[in-house]
Nanobody, 122 residues
Framework: QVQLVESGGGLVQAGGSLRLSCTASGSILGINAMGWFRQTPGKPRELLAAINSRNITIYYELVKDRFTISRDNAKSTVYLQMNSLKAEDTAVYYC????????????????WGQGTQVTVSS
């Protein structure tokens, strides 16, 4: 089993920045891909970015100029640097992990974190 713990969410003013972290623990051998999603009430989770162990990245078109995904394999941690935040970025942000980048990209990764709230005030 793999546990994912997100952190770094909070309240920020529009135009500000946040860096989210997601740390994996447990049976992490073989967890090749990790990604970030977000969800607002009444809407499905949407992929923001994903990365695999070779640092191949995938971005959602609408955030790729503001958000950057990175990972520290030694710490089993993936980060999401979010800049120029907008009110519409307000959501719960989730981390997803799986051996397959394709499964993460499609939101079908095996493991999810509990989510961290990001609120952007305008």
């Amino acid at each position: 089993q793999v546990q994912l713990v997100e952190s770094g969410g909070g309240l920020v003013q529009a135009g500000g920045s946040l860096r989210l972290s997601c740390t994996a623990s447990g049976s992490i051998l073989g967890i090749n891909a990790m990604g970030w999603f977000r969800q607002t009430p009444g809407k499905p989770r949407e992929l923001l970015a994903a990365i695999n162990s070779r640092n191949i990245t995938i971005y959602y078109e609408l955030v790729k100029d503001r958000f950057t995904i990175s990972r520290d394999n030694a710490k089993s941690t993936v980060y999401l640097q979010m800049n120029s935040l907008k009110a519409e970025d307000t959501a719960v942000y989730y981390c997803n992990a799986d051996p397959s980048l394709t499964r993460v990209r499609t939101g079908n990764g095996n493991y999810w974190g509990q989510g961290t709230q990001v609120t952007v005030s305008s």
